[in-house]
């Protein structure tokens, strides 16, 4: 499958239950990954993520398409006045028999054009240091690192640090002092 053939756009409440069950499989698939686990991921409460997609208040979950779908991320805007101009990424994954198509990288250029959009200053971001691949693809797109918290994920009898990475929008963006 080529990237160029998947299609990437923002899911609507009618692909909850795809995106619950792909979410699901990211947790199974690459548990220190995530610092969610099947048992207590909130976002797979079918009303919870219903609402999220739903919703009007910054927040976005864009999906890979290649028919069916094969990759997702998210954004979610903070919730406080004073850190209003920043979104946080969440949740990349795309199936392992969809990757290599570079729709990875696609999903996380809709969700940089998203913040843009939204007028937000800065795009945060946590990724495990296993996961060494995506990091090189949020550095590649301007990201980068300002603090590591040692021993942040716990899965197995294995621990990694995560990496706390940023990409700045722009100078001034929405929030207080805009």
Known sequence: MSGKDASIRRLGVEE???LIALRREALLAAPLAFASSPDDDVAS????VCARLGADDGSATFGAFAPELVGMVGVVP???VKTAHKLNVFGLYVR???????????????????????????????????AGEARGLYESLG?????????????G??????????????????????
């Open 143 to 155: 990201f980068s690192c300002w603090g590591v918290e040692p021993d942040a994920l716990r899965h």
């Open 16 to 18: 909850a239950r795809p």
């Open 96 to 130: 392992e028999d969809a990757r290599g198509a570079g729709l990875g990288r696609r999903l996380m250029e809709a969700v940089i054009a998203w913040g843009r959009e939204c007028g937000a200053a800065a795009l945060h971001l946590a990724v495990a240091e296993s």
């Open 45 to 48: 409460r079918l009303e919870l």
């Open 78 to 80: 903070e919730s406080h």
């Open 157 to 178: 009898g294995v621990s990694v640090a995560e990496h706390h990475l940023l990409l700045r929008l722009a100078a001034a963006g929405r929030g207080e002092g805009s």
